[in-house]
């Protein structure tokens, strides 16, 4: 079928089947741009699926139709002013979609294929408010059409023609705006199709309609708050202090927690607006403090290359049980670093006994009394008991 | 008449007050940890009994006593509290799971939730919850940052529990 007569059809589809209602947003609820940043918004227009179209005809010819959109990219670019209304909006636009025609020819019942291809670019005004945005203006439409792998001779066509696309806005939050297709103006191509319904029957005539189509908004510059901005700052610099350190103690680790706690009273403290603006901020996540703290504890118990741990003599037994109760305090010790800590432990154990001192040794046995540590205990144990 | 109501009111509070605290130690005020003795341990604030006794960590050192949580319904996110000690620079709490250490304090209070927060956790609040089986003690640790008391490993879980021992030095990880 060619270009003109499949856009014929869609039109007529479009204006003598199909009567556009206006989508309701949600009733009594307003639909506007929320006053954030600095009024710029940006956004798009998802436009996929297809439609399947039938039809068969008394002398038992029949035809079927897919037209399906192949490109989308639609993209909005816009100023929200006080009172909440778009000012200097452009939608750029890029559609292609193909049309694939199978079926028998009436009278001759020659079978056929012919793909239509189509193509609207340009760009549009886009005006209006949240409730009612409207995108209009000149659009190139170009249409060509092969049949069985040949360019049918004439059949490429190109023109400028008027199109009007109507959203209706059916979601506002603080960070976006949705909106539906519920107008368009005749010769509208693919939009103006997908404004079918779902199911048309219409004598002999059977069109289902898979096309969706979608306005999504954002705004385009948002800062974080600045204490937000401070905070992540800061828990960033107490992360990189800890990752060059060499031989990390407790209290560096604790820095680094002191740092991430504070995030997290500022986030919390945010409204629920503000809370939609920073969106997720990994530095605030148990994760990232966990891994880390875990690369810190297994910096400070690194193996030399004969699996000897390497800084053991730079810790006190007291330093050692203040890494581990920070590391234990955010879930940062794993089955390898508890491998490491009791290594150390035993070592440790081996010299306070050398050397007689029975403050260490409490504090091993301590250590390994609370955590279960069978082996260790019995060691510091035994060693009291000579002792006393 | 008003005034003599108010009075008796007073002698009525001030009565219960003195009701509860049993332990003469005790009502010297802060002092060396004491040792808890046998039996359960009577609350100060509501004269419920909260955690049972346990083993103790340390043959020999002065024994921290302990308040609260209790070992069984203790909740998710239990309170812990203990007695001060004095000349503790500062206390280490530490609670076992029944597959492993589960979580570690430090601090100069006498009381902590579960988690490290200072306030109960508010609902949704991200944090590790309290299992089954664990078990807790808490060391009071001097200047130097060593063991100077040490409380018993008291058995807690979050909701109704048969009942689990605390064996000091056992219980961990396998394979140490």
């Given at each position: ?30 639909i ?10 940006e ?37 929200v ?13 890029r ?6 025609d ?32 409207v ?25 400028s ?5 109507v ?9 976006r ?39 999504l ?9 600045d204490q ?39 986030l ?8 939609q603006?920073?969106g ?6 148990q ?15 690194a ?11 730079h810790?006190m037994?007291?330093e ?69 | ?31 060396p ?111 130097s ?16 529990s048969p ?9 961990g990880?396998?394979?140490?």
């Amino acid at each position: 079928m060619p270009g003109s007569l499949r856009r014929a059809l869609l039109a007529f589809l479009v204006v003598g089947v199909f009567t556009p209602t206006v989508t309701a947003a949600s009733q009594g609820s307003e639909i506007s741009f929320p006053p954030v940043g600095s009024g710029q918004w940006e956004g798009l227009v998802l436009v996929s699926g297809f439609i399947t179209e039938e039809w068969d005809r008394s002398d038992g010819t029949f035809g079927v139709s897919v037209t399906e959109i192949v490109e989308n990219s639609v993209n909005l670019d816009f100023t929200v002013d006080a009172e909440g209304a778009v000012t200097e909006g452009t939608v750029t636009v890029r559609l292609d979609w193909l049309a694939e025609d199978v079926g028998t020819a009436p009278v001759s019942h020659d079978p056929y294929h012919v793909v239509h291809f189509y193509q609207q670019s340009g760009t549009l005004v886009l005006s209006g408010t949240a409730e009612r945005m409207v995108a209009a203006g000149t659009l190139n439409y170009e249409a060509y059409t092969e049949a069985s792998g040949a360019l049918v001779e004439g059949s490429e066509s190109v023109e400028s023609i008027d199109v009007e696309w109507v959203f209706r806005g059916f979601e506002a939050s603080c960070v976006r705006v949705s909106a539906r297709l519920v107008e368009t103006s005749a010769n509208a191509g693919v939009m103006g199709a997908a404004r079918l319904p779902r199911e048309v029957l219409s004598g002999s005539t059977r069109i289902y309609n898979e096309i969706v189509t979608q306005l999504l908004t954002w705004p385009a510059e948002l800062e974080d708050p600045d204490q937000i901005a401070k905070a992540i700052t800061a828990a960033e610099q107490a992360a990189k202090d800890l990752e060059i350190r060499e031989l990390p103690e407790a209290r560096h680790l604790l820095e680094v927690v002191q740092a991430w706690n504070a995030l997290n009273a500022e986030l919390a403290a945010l409204d629920t607006c503000q809370k939609q603006i920073v969106g997720w901020v990994p530095q605030a996540q148990q994760s990232w403090l966990t891994e880390l703290l875990r690369a810190a504890l297994k910096t400070a118990l690194a193996f030399d290359i004969e699996g000897n741990l390497l800084n053991v003599d730079h810790y006190m037994t007291t330093e050692l049980v203040d890494l581990w109760d920070a590391g234990l305090q955010e879930q940062a010790i794993d089955g390898d670093l508890l491998v490491r800590f009791l290594d150390a432990f035993h070592i440790k154990l081996d010299e306070a006994v050398a050397e007689a001192n029975v403050a260490e040794i409490i504090d091993i046995f301590a250590f390994a009394s609370r955590f279960g540590f069978p082996n260790l205990y019995d060691e510091a144990k035994a060693a009291l008991e000579a002792m006393a | 008449m008003r005034s003599t109501i108010r009075v008796l009111t007073v002698l009525v509070i001030v009565a219960i007050a003195c009701g509860d605290s049993a332990d003469p130690e005790r009502d010297g005020g802060l002092g060396p940890a004491t040792s808890s003795g046998s039996g359960t341990t009577s609350s100060p604030v509501n004269g419920r009994d909260v955690a049972p006794t346990g083993l103790p960590l340390i043959d020999g050192l002065p024994v921290i006593d302990v308040f609260a949580p209790s070992e069984s319904d203790a909740g998710d996110v239990p309170l812990f509290r203990w007695e001060a000690v004095e000349g503790a620079a500062e206390y280490s709490l530490a609670v076992r799971g029944p597959d492993g250490p589960l979580w570690a304090w430090r601090g100069t209070g006498t009381q902590i939730y579960f988690g490290g927060l200072p306030f109960e956790r508010p609902p949704g609040w991200a944090g590790p919850v309290m299992v089954a089986g664990s078990c807790w003690s808490v060391l009071a640790l001097d200047r130097s940052g060593h063991v100077m008391a040490v409380s018993e490993l008291l058995p807690v879980s979050p909701a109704e529990s048969p009942g689990h021992s605390c064996v000091p030095g056992e219980g961990g990880p396998p394979g140490e």
